[in-house]
């Protein structure tokens, strides 16, 4: 079919008056083909039949195309026939339980008859006074015959000093304290510093330099024979602090081998694990040997008797020669020239270390102390009893090493 007859096909469709339609030719189809803004009609028309019988829908898509411009115009008609049903659905729903018994959970407390916490009353055994305060209930009444009441308080004798060595302990705050008690806070603060002050007087014996014959008499076997003459076992450590808040404090607190700021203390021990000398808190700038050599341990000793003492004391050595006191320096041999140890200097490191370890265990106890774990900035100038109080604490403690 040409394309004039297609066109006469579509004009006829639409129904136009042919009366006033003059006769085209092709050549005036191709003078309309080529006139602007012709308009091209184009339809299509589907029937879509269900398997109903009789029942049908049509669907008739008109589309107008302009040649000027990009416009389409769209049409959909659906017929749908009237035997169709429209069906609502409204379902109704209901819980449905799967026959289980339903359960109501409620909150329980559980309460023990004469179990609540009443201070030193509610203590019964040695592990739950070691747990809260770090002494045994006979350590406990030793240091209580040591306090005298200066002060009324509303609070016991005995549940102040469970206060105080439950901050040496446990290092909780002294609002911690006041909710256990049930005092203001100023009031624990004030029976620590009492309490710190009365022990440190009262105990300050207990930290004693014996005699050459005691250390002979509680001599380990551990240390015969090479190390029989052994007198004290020296080491430093030490404990974290706040920042202080002035800058010269600071210069002198700051510790490059533990990176940060800390208060540092000599220690030395008997070979049988008692603390028997204690330097003054210095900061943790200082050197092993510096604080070693200003703390007077020196003057304590005497001849024929023997230091052990680790790596970080090697500046000691020419200053215990120029004392003009026959006194012997043991540490572990250093490695030299980057050379590999000998046999007998590899023997000697392991057997200075099998004795000199007893003073890490001593050090191990005392930071068992939690209020050393950082001290703050309002008991610095506490510090001295604090640690004063921490040995004495150790020195009440059972050996550390069996009787056998």
């Not at 416009?71 to 799967?98: A, F, L, P, R």
């Not at 008797?305 to 320096?329: C, N, R, T």
């Amino acid at each position: 079919m040409s394309r004039y007859q297609r066109y006469m096909e579509r004009s006829n469709k639409k129904e136009r008056n042919t009366a006033n339609v003059p006769n085209i030719d092709s050549s005036t189809f191709e003078i309309i083909e080529n006139t602007p803004s012709t308009k091209i009609d184009k339809e299509c028309q589907i029937e879509i039949f269900s398997s109903v019988e009789n029942e049908g829908k049509t669907f008739i898509c008109n589309r107008y195309i302009y040649s000027d411009k990009e416009i389409c115009d769209c049409e959909v008609q659906t017929e749908i026939s009237s035997n169709s049903k429209i069906i609502k659905y409204d379902k109704k729903t209901k819980h449905q339980g799967c026959n289980t018994i339903e359960k109501i959970y409620a909150h329980q407390a559980t309460i023990t008859e004469n179990k609540y916490f009443t201070g030193f009353r509610s203590i019964g055994e040695d592990e739950e006074l070691i747990d809260l305060a770090g002494v045994t209930l006979d350590n406990f009444r030793f240091l209580l015959k040591r306090t005298v009441d200066k002060h009324k308080y509303m609070v016991a004798k005995e549940d102040r000093l469970l206060i105080f060595l439950m901050k040496m302990k446990l290092g909780v705050t002294f609002s911690a304290l006041s909710v256990l008690f049930g005092v203001h806070r100023t009031t624990v603060s004030r029976i620590f510093y009492l309490y710190l002050e009365e022990l440190a007087s009262a105990t300050s014996n207990l930290i004693f330099w014996p005699s050459k014959s005691v250390v002979q008499r509680t001599m380990p076997d551990c240390f015969h024979p090479n190390y029989s003459n052994t007198r004290v076992i020296i080491d430093c450590t030490e404990f974290q602090i706040e920042v202080p808040s002035t800058v010269d404090n600071r210069v002198w607190c700051y510790s490059h081998y533990k990176k940060g700021f800390t208060a540092k203390v000599l220690i030395g021990i008997t070979p049988g694990g008692f603390i028997s000398f204690k330097s003054k808190v210095a900061g943790g700038r200082k050197s092993d040997s510096q604080i070693t050599v200003e703390s007077g341990l020196v003057d304590l000793l005497e001849n024929g008797d023997i230091v052990l003492a680790d790596k970080g004391f090697p500046q000691i050595k020419k200053f215990l020669d120029e004392s003009g006191k026959e006194i012997g320096l043991v540490m572990p041999p250093f490695l030299k020239n980057n050379m590999n140890f000998s046999r007998d200097e590899t023997d000697a490191t392991y057997s200075i270390a099998r004795v000199r370890i007893h003073v890490e265990r001593i050090m191990q106890r005392l930071r068992l102390y939690q209020i050393l774990n950082k001290i703050p900035q309002n008991l610095f100038c506490h510090i001295d009893d604090i640690l004063h109080i921490c040995c004495v604490l150790v020195n009440l403690q059972s050996s550390i090493f069996s009787n056998k």
